[in-house]
């Protein structure tokens, strides 16, 4: 290096700061970009303020809110005919000033997990009608849906200037996606539509007709009422606000589901009123449904003087989950200064869980105004402690605040939801815009240092390649504290919680609860054992691949009569760790399947080498599976999945109440 001119000797430097930097999160070429791009500081400043106003919005949630799934319709092709028409109306009472359409996608979850926008129509437009039927506007036309990346079930938010006097609002798809439940038919979904007068919602409870489609095989979960039913995947009307310690109220536990409870609100003088609205708690704990504590009947009542013997009753109600969804109820308008809600039917979930009536929020209407904001709310139950040092308070059903939030009307709770999707469509197109930045720079230097390369190529070779072998053996080492922190942390704590769940189930007796702690922690302990074997690909101390898959049989099958045999050739494979943990997951997934469906009471597990690949039997004695649910795409998804990625075969042998016969057959030579 020495006789190099001074210039090739200071680029052939760069060239192998270059290299040796790519691994790192900051490479050179992001710092090139930084120190010599005033676009990049550009969109990096942008970037620092979109966060702040991010987090002042309402997000989309990603799990299960429960509610009704919304609206669907089933056809035989991917567009109308010149003609036809794939439609649904909805029709309101009476003709009202429209200044705001809002469409929520409604969602599906499968084997693949969430699809938040499952029957969005690829695309679609969406008018205002008058009495007859007839377009008075086009509010808005929307092409290649899916395009925009960062649209995961945010609603379709249109504002109507000037507002328009219609009498309903009509959905057009023009183009479906195909139905994957449903092999040979596409299909048209929304879990919510809503049109708004200001604050209300005119289109709640409206009639709606689906026009040319046929209803899925599904009614309990889809339904053209259930477009305008007030209930969305999407959770509360809520906004970030500081961490409340009050999150809701929560009646004592009750022994049964008809010991009957009630709060009471006092407006704190004579007031007009019409309706009430509920908002459902936050489930405590994640094993428990949404809609915890919601009651199944209700009486409302309402007094003047708020004495034993004035109570009048305005409204009784059954009913059913609503989810993490709001419930209004209406009824004739009178005059009140209290107002009783009382459960008649208690939630109760599960025949060993106690009974409860809980809520996050009571609103008292008149005309839409809540009149019971900041009021004293009373109840014959007391406070509870919830986790994390807050509590179940009736001071917070009136405070303004849910469960994650502050409250907001329907309206407001959607425009900031697409205020959202705004902010973060901008957020990726200057990520894009970043990533194209610093490739073009990347690319821009690659070309000067390609002139030394010559000069370099020992720089360039020698040393990258030593830095790959230290990078290793660093990951390597990295690799072995994990799993040792995993075995000897983790796994003694694991092992710690069944035996203490163990001694309690003996001082105690049995109950779910502690079954559930025992094989919620047997499940983890062989997850824990799977990871810890992934992370030790080599070494004296680690136990061959049929060896790991009979330790795992015996911890998941430990309630059940099992056995696990293998010819002499099987116990000696060893197939590639990359196919290893697709291995296991099936294996893992086959075992869950028994334990939660198969309803078994005998399991044989028998691995066997040949010559050119390894099979896998896995029998059970239980329930089996229907034919006709055998044929679903959905069924058995997963385990298919994880054999096309081992490049394997899978054979399903099964027959109603003869059990089930699962045969994967790995090619050796992956």
């Known amino acids: 290096m020495s006789n190099l001119p001074g210039l090739i000797r200071s680029l052939a430097l760069a060239l192998l700061a270059a290299n040796t930097c790519v691994a790192s999160e900051s490479g050179w070429d992001n710092r090139l970009v930084e120190k010599y791009s005033q ?58 000033m429209v200044d705001l359409v809002a469409l929520v996608p409604a969602r599906r979850y499968d084997a693949k997990g969430l699809d938040a926008q499952y029957g969005l129509p690829v695309a679609f437009s969406v008018d205002l009608i008058d009495e007859k039927g007839a377009i008075i506007r086009n509010v808005a036309r929307e092409t290649n ?7 995961h079930g945010h609603p379709f938010v249109y504002q109507v200037t000037p507002p328009v006097a219609a009498a309903g609002l009509r959905i057009s798809a023009e183009k479906l996606n195909p139905d994957y439940e449903n ?54 009307p809520e906004v970030p606000a500081a961490p409340q310690v009050n999150i809701g109220w929560m009646s004592e536990a009750k022994t049964r589901a008809d010991e009957a409870t009630n709060l009471s609100v006092d407006l704190g003088a004579l007031s007009p009123i019409d309706a009430v609205r509920l908002l459902p708690a936050k489930r405590p704990t994640s094993d428990l449904p949404s809609g915890f504590g919601f009651p199944r009947k209700l009486v409302v009542s309402v007094s003047d003087t708020g004495n034993q013997d004035s109570w009048k009753t305005v409204a009784t109600r059954d009913l059913g989950n609503p989810g993490h969804n709001p419930v209004l109820i209406s009824f004739e308008p009178t005059q009140a200064r209290y107002v009783r809600i009382e459960a008649t039917q208690l939630w109760k979930a599960f025949d060993d869980y106690p009974a409860f009536f809980a809520l996050s929020e009571v609103e008292v209407l008149s005309s839409g105004k809540n009149l019971a904001l900041g009021k004293s709310v009373h109840s014959p139950d007391s406070m509870m402690i919830a986790s994390g040092g807050r509590f179940w308070s009736s001071a917070a059903l009136s405070d303004g605040f849910g469960p994650d939030g502050q409250l907001v009307t ?89 035996m203490f769940a163990d001694l309690a189930e003996g001082r105690s007796g049995t109950s779910d609860e502690l079954k559930r702690i025992q ?37 998941m099958l430990e309630s059940l009569k099992w056995k696990f045999t293998a010819n002499e050739e099987a116990w000696l494979v060893e197939l590639p760790e990359e196919y290893n ?44 599976i229907d034919p006709l649910r055998l044929e679903r795409p959905a069924t058995l998804r997963a385990l298919k999945q994880r054999s096309e990625a081992l490049r394997g075969n899978l054979e399903i042998e099964t027959q109603p109440e003869m059990g089930t016969r699962l045969i994967l057959s790995i090619p050796l030579k992956l």
């Open 39 to 96: 676009r990049w500081k550009d969109i990096q400043s942008e970037l620092a303020a979109l966060t702040p106003k991010l987090k002042k919005l309402p997000d989309i949630p990603i799990d299960d809110q429960g509610g009704t799934g919304g609206y669907a319709s089933n056809y035989q092709l991917d567009a109308p005919t010149h003609g036809s028409n794939f439609a649904v109306d909805i029709r309101w009472k009476s003709t009202a």
């Open 581 to 624: 943990r697709d291995l296991f997951l099936f294996f893992r997934e086959a075992l869950h399947n028994i334990m939660r469906h198969a309803k078994a009471k005998n399991v044989e597990i028998h691995v066997e080498k040949s010559e050119k690949l390894v099979r896998l039997t896995i029998m059970d004695d239980g329930v089996g």
């Open 519 to 555: 094989r919620i922690a047997a499940e983890t302990v062989s997850a824990v054992r799977d990871i810890v074997w992934l992370l030790r690909p080599t070494g004296d101390h680690r136990i061959g691949t049929v060896e790991h898959l009979r330790e795992t049989s015996s911890i």
């Open 183 to 236: 092999e040979g038919t596409f299909v048209h979904a929304w879990a919510e539509a809503m049109v708004f007068e200001g604050d209300r919602d005119i289109a709640l409870g409206a009639e709606t007709l689906n026009l040319n489609g046929t209803a899925p095989p599904a009614p309990w979960h889809w339904s053209s009422a259930f477009l305008v039913d007030g209930e969305t995947p999407l959770g509360l």
């Open 410 to 498: 329907t309206r407001e709770w959607m425009l900031q939801l697409d205020q959202r999707l705004q902010l973060e469509s901008r957020r990726h197109d200057l990520q894009s815009e970043a990533t194209r930045l610093v490739d073009g720079w990347r690319h821009a230097t690659q070309i000067g240092f390609a002139v030394l390369a010559l000069a370099g190529v020992f720089l360039t070779i020698a040393l990258p390649i030593r830095y790959r072998l230290h990078a290793r053996r660093e990951l390597t080492k990295v690799r072995e504290r994990i799993a040792g922190d995993l075995h000897d942390e983790v796994g003694s704590n694991l092992g710690s919680i069944q």
């Open 145 to 151: 849906t899916r395009s925009n990346p960062v649209r």
